[in-house]
């Protein structure tokens, strides 16, 4: 590829991306040259995501693949992810919800984290990308992050928040229910003596 930049390296850009994001979304309320925070977090959350799909495409194109490489991915996402709903909650703190604002981007970011774990745990138990719920006509799961700037450009940060406070540890139950299934039937095989799948 002729470059000295590394895929971990596009990785570290995207963390900084993603922080600077959630730092935007916990001073939403105030401007920065005209244009308020909530605005420069979306349009920054927006460029950490692209960096993260652009991280693991240069790896594979450029043949720097890694088990650590993916690991190290999936715990930047999960930092980004996370602390994407603490900064809205802390930026909504003086908004309807008032202060169950914080606890509810807490909930979320927490539920993130979760996910992560049980991510990794049934990766160890089953392979890379076993955890992956795959594509619905062309949509994955994990675009639907996608939502947070738009709904945060057009001004939708409360309904967005509720929307992660219920929904993320949705998604959490069903990732620990994935995890269950797996993990007994891991359990199973090897119980019977067998190898467990790859």
């Not at 994001?21 to 939403?28: E, I, K, N, Y």
């Not at 960096?51 to 993916?70: E, I, K, N």
């Not at 992810?81 to 914080?102: C, E, H, K, Q």
């Not at 738009?150 to 928040?161: K, M, N, R, T």
Request: net charge negative; hydrophobic share 55%; with cysteine.
């Amino acid at each position: 590829m002729g470059t000295r930049v590394t895929p971990s390296q596009v990785t570290v850009v995207r963390i900084l991306t993603g922080v600077a994001a959630a730092a935007a979304f916990a001073f939403g309320a105030m401007e920065l040259w005209g244009v308020g925070l909530w605005n420069w977090g979306a349009g920054l959350f927006i460029l950490s995501m692209v960096l993260d799909r652009g991280d693991g495409d240069y790896a594979r194109q450029s043949g720097q693949t890694s088990a650590a490489g993916h690991k190290f991915d999936l715990i930047a996402d999960t930092v980004c992810n996370a602390i994407i709903f603490i900064g809205l909650g802390i930026g909504l703190r003086d908004g309807d919800w008032g202060g169950w604002a914080v606890p509810m981007g807490m909930l979320a970011g927490a539920s993130v984290t979760i996910i992560l774990w049980l991510v990794m745990r049934m990766e160890n138990l089953a392979g890379a990308r076993s955890a992956e719920l795959g594509s619905f006509m062309g949509f994955d799961p994990d675009d639907a992050m996608l939502a947070v700037p738009i709904l945060v450009f057009l001004g939708y940060q409360e309904p967005l928040l509720i929307a992660a406070a219920i929904g993320a540890p949705g998604f959490a139950l069903l990732f620990a229910v994935q995890w269950g299934i797996k993990y007994r039937a891991r359990r199973r095989t090897l119980a019977d003596g067998g190898q467990p799948e790859q």
